[in-house]
């Protein structure tokens, strides 16, 4: 291709400053979806992090109850399985908090087999002890709460359920003493309260009883091998359902992705408002230049290089654009907590609030993956919105073209 076609266009682009806001806004619109992919892949990390956090790498339930009859023998059985590093059991059940409407989700757990299986003690707050100690100081059985809960060390708290008995459910009703605290930085519909495992089944009455055993593994991309391993040993024992973390937290996992999408999807909205920029900057400059696409068409030139002078021209104002909002977006990105840290130290206005959003930082995850689709799509849509001016020029007749000027 002559090169004549990429100096016209360069040419063309400085004659007139308003061609810089067509570069102004492809800026804008890359520099946006720069910071908001960033940001949001940063709060998918964050939020897989918090997960894998509070999450086994694998769930073993019963499917021919709601719990697992015999916990003891059951892991007995699990540890033997080539590739099973921990395990731990867990007796999850509802309650009421302090005798009124308020829901609570009791988890008994065994708090250093808990440690081995995922990041429990990462989440414990400032004084909160890793296992349950024998006795409070008021005697009564201890709890571990979750930081959204309204109880402070050492009050104590009332939690009403329903205690399973050969005849009937029966309500039961035990005060427990708070001995600590704990925050995840996950929002989840109940708030969880996490006792001793055996108080749990003897509250619940339920003995050796667990409703699942959590399972870490040496390497998680072994894992179909492990669950594989683990259905065919436990096949004698009875119906059991194996899960992974990300099958049980599957629908936060997609609800995460398709907002992460959508936001891309509607900010891509800027990029294209600022393609009908250059459509009618170039359909413009059609207009200005006529008489100059008539003399360079009289002159020897083919209609299809008067049609690529002006795709180039729409090319070469993405890539500029382009190349300045992954500038300006990497920067914005990478440097977004000291930006926020200066507009709340002029102003007063906490842009991300801590005690809304459980963290202390915005997260920023930049994917340079990423980028690279949304400099290609962005040049594309650029293209695409130049070629109606570009074949309106390719298609002026020069006679035509020099008559009227």
Not at 296 to 317: D, E, H, K, N
Not at 342 to 347: A, P
């Amino acid at each position: 291709m002559s090169m004549y076609k990429i100096f016209l266009a360069w040419r063309y682009l400085l004659s007139r400053k308003i061609i810089l806001l067509a570069i102004g806004g492809i800026a804008v619109g890359v520099m946006a979806l720069i910071v908001v992919t960033s940001v949001m892949g940063g709060f998918s990390k964050e939020m897989m992090e918090r997960i894998k956090g509070t999450s086994a790498h694998l769930n073993v339930t019963s499917q021919e109850s709601y719990f697992i009859g015999d916990a003891p023998k059951i892991m007995e059985v699990i540890k033997k399985v080539d590739g099973v590093t921990a395990y731990a059991p867990r007796l999850e059940w509802g309650a009421i908090l302090g005798g009124g409407s308020n829901f609570v989700q009791i988890i008994g757990i065994e708090p250093r087999m808990e440690n081995q299986v995922n990041k429990y003690e990462k989440y414990l707050l400032h004084g909160t002890p890793l296992d349950f100690p024998a006795k409070t100081e008021s005697g009564l059985p201890p709890a571990i709460a979750e930081s959204r809960i309204s109880f402070s060390n050492g009050e104590t708290i009332s939690l009403a359920s329903i205690k399973l008995t050969p005849l009937m459910p029966v309500p039961v009703h035990q005060y427990f003493q708070v001995i600590g605290r704990f925050d995840t930085g996950m929002f989840e519909f109940f708030s969880k309260v996490y006792i001793p495992l055996k108080t749990a089944q003897d509250f619940l009455g339920i003995p050796n009883g667990v409703t699942k055993i959590c399972i870490a593994i040496k390497d998680y991309r072994n894992v179909e091998q492990v669950r594989s391993q683990l259905k065919e040993t436990l096949r004698p024992l009875g119906a059991f359902q194996i899960n992974t973390w990300e099958e049980e937290k599957q629908t936060l996992l997609r609800a995460v992705a398709t907002e992460k999408n959508i936001n891309a999807f509607l900010l891509f909205f800027i990029v294209i408002v600022a393609a009908f920029n250059i459509l009618a900057l170039l359909t413009m400059r059609v207009v200005e230049k006529t008489k100059d696409i008539g003399v360079l068409i009289s002159l020897g030139g083919r209609p299809a290089g008067v049609m690529w002078l002006f795709l180039w021209q729409g090319f070469l104002i993405s890539f500029i654009g382009s190349a300045v909002g992954v500038i300006a977006g990497y920067a914005l990105a990478a440097n977004l907590n000291h930006v926020e840290d200066f507009i709340y130290k002029h102003s007063g206005w906490k842009l991300f609030p801590p005690d809304i959003y459980y963290l202390d930082k915005i997260p920023s995850e930049i994917s340079y993956p990423t980028i690279v689709i949304i400099i290609i799509a962005t040049v594309a849509v650029s293209i695409l919105f130049s070629i109606y001016p570009a074949i309106k020029a390719a298609r002026l007749n020069p006679v035509d073209a020099l008559r009227y000027e």
